[in-house]
């Protein structure tokens, strides 16, 4: 989680480092923003003035935003806050903004603390969030002016980044949203209880659906391929928007033989998920014993395939509790009686409750198992 605060005078420099210092003595970042297993936070405070020139930035605005965008190198960063007006900040970031699912989070905070405006990324990146925090550092008043937030309505962006889901239509996110604003029930279809998740929609919002009515729904939420991947009706029915949010919550627990090949790592994962109608998309990460974690096969996969690889221990995995196939075998070399189950299990319970879809399964070299945190 990188934070980057640029300030344009001393007294906005000297709140910058107010605001550093109590930001990370709090530790405080969004829910659901930080999705990575390394979730430290790291504020950088830079100088623009010349009333500071031993610590001024050489760097221009222009080239510090190209960098903090992402256009440069992979040193994009989740925040940008500037401390001065929301003239500079406007114009500074113009160029860069690309679109809500990839920019930044952009906040301006005025010299003397007394606001914070959320200017840029409010729900998908956080910003809204990321500005009361802030705010309640310094004891500022944050200032957002989102739709849904002014009325106190539900916002499926956020409701999506709170819960690990991914938006695949941001058009019919938008039309969700003025459903919302108009006054609307929305019909949801959820694979994932609903209890369990963060930001829902309140009962006067929104009526679920089931599988038979699935058609009417204006939300799907899925994990499964026959609905994240059906086509698009040519008119759609009873209204429904059927905006499809991708349900990231499958974890694939994976056993393999000491030098298995990528190939047959890949051949292995692509049979599993399309026997069991699970879409690629939803899959958080590939999940071993920490034997694994060098393992050249598996990591190739990781890469190619941009699914991140986490490895446990085995007394880890042994106390992962549940229904597991044992083997004598697989516990004399690796010290726990399954790895794929227990590994695919034990992810998915560090992310909620762990439901396996899919108990271990042999092609080959390669074992898989598949398991849903709900």
Same mark, same amino acid.
């Given at each position: ?62 080239? /510090? ?7 440069? $190198?992979? =040193? *994009?960063? &989740?925040? +940008? #806050?500037?401390?001065? @007006? ?117 009962? /006067? ?7 038979? $009515?699935? =058609? *009417?729904? &204006?939300? +799907? #939420?899925?994990?499964? @391929? ?149």
């Amino acid at each position: 989680m990188q934070i980057q605060i640029i300030a344009f005078t001393e007294r906005g420099y000297r709140l910058g480092e107010t605001l550093k210092k109590k930001w990370l003595a709090s530790g405080e970042v969004p829910r659901g923003v930080a999705q990575t297993e390394d979730k430290r936070l790291e504020i950088m405070l830079h100088a623009k003035t010349k009333a500071l020139p031993e610590i001024s930035e050489t760097m221009s605005t222009s080239e /510090l935003m190209s960098i903090w965008f992402g256009d440069v $190198d992979d =040193d *994009k960063s &989740d925040v +940008i #806050i500037f401390v001065g @007006s929301t003239g500079i900040a406007v114009r500074a970031i113009a160029p860069f903004v690309k679109h809500k699912s990839e920019d930044p989070a952009v906040l301006v905070i005025d010299e003397a603390g007394h606001y914070v405006i959320s200017l840029l990324s409010g729900h998908l990146g956080g910003g809204n969030d990321f500005a009361s925090i802030a705010a309640s550092l310094i004891n500022a008043e944050p200032v957002i002016t989102t739709a849904t937030d002014a009325e106190g309505a539900f916002a499926v962006d956020v409701f999506a980044r709170e819960n690990g889901f991914t938006i695949t239509d941001f058009e019919a996110s938008k039309e969700v949203s003025a459903k919302v604003l108009r006054g609307e029930k929305l019909y949801i279809y959820s694979d994932i209880p609903m209890e369990s998740l963060q930001k829902k929609p309140g009962i /006067l919002e929104a009526e679920m659906v089931s599988a038979s $009515d699935i =058609d *009417k729904a &204006d939300i +799907i #939420i899925s994990y499964q @391929s026959r609905l994240l991947d059906r086509p698009e009706p040519v008119v759609r029915p009873f209204n429904a928007i059927g905006l499809r949010l991708v349900a990231k919550r499958i974890y694939v627990g994976i056993g393999a033989r000491k030098g298995v090949a990528t190939e047959d790592v890949q051949r292995a994962f692509d049979n599993c998920l399309k026997s069991a109608g699970i879409s690629v998309d939803a899959v958080v990460a590939l999940a071993s014993i920490d034997l694994k974690k060098n393992e050249q096969g598996i990591l190739t996969f990781s890469y190619k395939n941009d699914i991140p690889f986490v490895t446990f221990t085995a007394s880890e995995l042994e106390s992962q509790e549940g229904a597991f196939a044992s083997s004598a075998f697989v516990k004399s070399v690796t010290g726990v009686s399954n790895v794929c189950e227990r590994a695919a299990a034990f992810a998915a319970s560090r992310n909620g409750h762990d439901r396996v879809l899919v108990h271990k399964q042999i092609y080959g070299n390669v074992t898989l198992a598949v398991a849903l945190a709900t």
